[in-house]
């Protein structure tokens, strides 16, 4: 029974000269066992501090933390049945990987010590580090002191692992395969999981909900397509997804957007989704627009390749309305589909896939229609 | 230019490392020849005096050496009371300070408030040089000095001794008063050496249950070793110099509870004109002053350090 809760949790900060600074405003978040939250936003959107929070490493100014049903706010760190994971992983250099290993378990358990030798051995084992056990931090690699990083917090049988931006001192490669790991290893000890990190591809790839966090106040909670797909407003849109969703400051004249170089048509029943709000900005994600060579229907433009980043895979495409123009949006297509610098092409942007945002608020109207597929079980 | 001369190098090192040390020479030979010659030239002469019998007025005899003068240490009352008090000086003050500096520097980083101001304070005595310190501390352990009319004033009169005239007290009231002056040093490496753990250790080890006390003692002190020998070199190179510092609060002869091997060397030579034999206690310090030294600068050169 290890849900954690958090209930409009707060965190003001006050600064010497008296300043109050809230760093995390509000939030509420709950995580079930053995779920993976992925807390994500950018730099200073407060979600170490949640995690600080939820670790004990910082005081709760307002609202409650419930582990198991009991508020622990006031509990110290080491009784709140948590590990945490650092992003400097935090090892203590002069001590071996075992003796690393074993210091939680030797100072907040009364486990007698040839428990400890083989719980910590284990947890080597199932990592591939039960070769590094005598040596110390100094003489590992990046990949390796995180290993021991995790197996430090795997001993100790928390409830929850908490992890701080564990993967992004390790080079992309090893980042990638470290990403994949650490989720097997997840599933397979089946605990709860929070781990911050301001890289929205590991967020995606990783969490079973996603958190989105700016400055201080929750966006939007869901899994990671729903984050993807129906974003709940335009800073959730613009910040999942890489290369990022297009906007399109438009105003609204009955069942048309209007922008400064193009009109967009909308069907009734998309305009009647968009209530009384006239600024809104049109969102369309890379993928959506299809290049094409004829414009055969009203929602396609003509467009100039201002700049094409062959990605291998696919290709983004930065496309202007005016040949002369710096304002790109992008597209992406596949990668064996060729196109030039400075060629003109049509740009089709269907209106299933379009969202809609109110420019003052900044929340979603609209947003793309989805069709998802499970893909069927071969039949043999 | 610069980048010809280092491919050149590559291609062909030996030459170019052979250039650089002729073209270099008119800046440090000078420098080096009078290093030589001053300090590593009178450290051999001093050596050399060592095994001749110099005494009184006259020359040196170079044609005779001998081991006698350090024959005759070891029967000289003055000399092995003198190298006992060296040793005792050296551990006691190497080691108070140290952990006074410790204590004071886990003290100032717990984040107070006028810090800068009590690393001032407590870094002030070092700035002191050894000759004011002790005429300052002569005055302070002195009959009806400041020490002795403070325990009187508070009624514990009975505490007051003759700190410089007791021999039980002299040697201790001389490491008293060094600890004073070098504790501040000490807490300074060790603030160094703090402020480098990162803050990550000390959350870590809470998260993993460590008590205060645990914390300091099996995670942050354990870390400070390098700058706990780093500090411990220094002070005990300082502690084999303390020389000023009793000369000035005691003079050529301060009696052999607080003697200590550079006082009986400079007596011996300056004093009692035996040259010889105070060139030979010159040569123990030198070679005390070795064993200190020399472990630490091997370690730092195969660290890589040097």
């Known amino acids: ?380 | 230019m610069d980048s010809l001369r280092n491919s050149i190098k590559r291609l062909n090192p030996l030459s170019a490392s052979d250039s650089d040390f002729l073209e270099s020479m008119p800046f440090w030979l000078p420098a080096t020849a009078l290093v030589l010659l001053f300090v590593y030239g009178a450290i051999g002469w001093n050596v050399i005096i060592s095994f001749t019998g110099w005494s009184g007025l006259g020359q040196p005899d170079y044609t005779n050496f001998t081991l006698e003068m350090y024959r005759q240490m070891p029967s000289d009352p003055d000399f092995m009371a003198s190298l006992r008090n060296t040793i005792a000086l050296l551990v006691a003050f190497t080691g108070v300070s140290l952990v006074v500096g410790l204590g004071l520097a886990l003290l100032v980083d717990r984040k107070i408030r006028f810090e800068s101001t009590f690393r001032t304070i407590y870094l002030l005595p070092m700035a002191l040089s050894f000759v004011v310190t002790a005429i300052f501390w002569s005055w302070m352990y002195a009959s009806n000095g400041l020490i002795n009319t403070t325990l009187s004033g508070l009624g514990l009169g009975w505490l007051a001794h003759d700190w410089l005239g007791d021999p039980r007290f002299k040697l201790a009231a001389v490491i008293f008063a060094l600890v004073w002056q070098f504790s501040g040093y000490c807490m300074i490496v060790y603030l160094a050496g703090l402020r480098s753990i990162p803050n990550d250790h000390y959350e870590a080890a809470r998260i993993d249950g460590a008590s205060t006390l645990t914390l300091y003692r099996r995670i942050i002190i354990p870390q400070l070793r390098s700058s706990t020998v780093g500090a411990t070199v220094v002070l005990m190179v300082f502690a084999l110099k303390a020389f000023d510092f009793i000369y000035v609060m005691f003079g050529t002869n301060p009696g052999r509870s607080v003697d200590i091997l550079a006082v009986t060397m400079y007596r011996e030579a300056f004093s009692s004109s035996e040259w010889a034999y105070g060139a030979a206690i010159a040569v123990v310090l030198f070679a005390l002053a070795l064993t200190i030294i020399g472990p630490y600068a091997y370690t730092q050169y195969k660290r890589g350090a040097l």
């Not at chain 1, 397979?188 to 079973?208: F, K, N, R, S």
């Not at chain 1, 700016?214 to 910040?239: I, K, M, R, W």
């Open chain 1, 1 to 380: 029974m290890a849900d954690l809760q958090l209930d409009d949790v707060t965190k003001v900060f006050v600064e010497d000269d008296g300043n109050e600074i809230t760093a995390v405003d509000e939030v509420s978040l709950a995580i079930d066992d053995g779920e993976f939250l992925v807390l994500v936003g950018p730099s200073g959107c407060g979600k170490s501090t949640t995690l600080r929070m939820v670790a004990g490493l910082e005081t709760v100014s307002d609202g409650a933390i419930r582990l198991g049903g009991s508020v622990i706010n006031d509990a110290k760190p080491a009784e709140r049945d948590i590990a945490m994971v650092f992003q400097s992983y935090a090892l203590y250099p002069h001590m071996t990987v075992r003796e690393n290993m074993s210091f939680g378990l030797e100072e907040s358990t009364s486990m007698p010590d040839d428990e400890i030798a083989s719980t910590v051995e284990d947890a080597a084992t199932m990592l591939g580090i039960d070769d590094l056990l005598e040596r110390k931090p100094d003489d590992l690699s990046g990949g390796q002191q995180q290993r021991v990083a995790l197996g430090r917090a795997i001993v100790r049988d928390p409830e929850v692992f908490l992890l701080d931006e564990p993967l992004s001192n390790l080079d992309a490669k090893l980042r990638a395969q470290m990403r994949t790991e650490l989720q097997r290893l997840q599933e397979d000890l089946g605990v709860a999981t929070i781990y911050v990190t301001h890289d929205q591809t590991e967020a995606m790839t990783m969490a079973d909900k996603i958190a989105i966090l700016n400055d201080g106040q929750l966006q939007q909670v869901g899994t990671p397509l729903e984050c993807y797909h129906e974003p709940a407003n335009l800073f959730v849109a613009s910040f999942i997804g890489e290369p990022s969703m297009n906007f399109f400051d438009v105003s609204r004249d009955g069942e048309t957007l209007v922008h400064d170089d193009f009109t967009y048509e909308l069907t009734s029943a998309v305009a009647s989704e968009l209530g009384d709000h006239d600024e809104l900005v049109l969102g369309i994600r890379p993928e959506d627009i299809e290049l094409r060579s004829t414009q055969d229907d009203t929602h396609s433009y003509e467009t100039f390749v201002d700049v094409v980043e062959p990605m291998g895979n696919e290709n983004n495409v930065y496309l202007t309305f005016d040949a002369d123009s710096t304002e790109t949006f992008v597209a992406t297509i596949d990668g064996l589909n060729h196109v030039e610098d400075g060629q003109s092409v049509i740009a089709h942007v269907p209106e299933d896939a379009i969202h809609i945002f109110d420019r003052a608020s900044g929340s979603a109207l609209r947003n793309r229609t989805l069709d998802t597929q499970a893909m069927p079980e071969p039949q043999l």
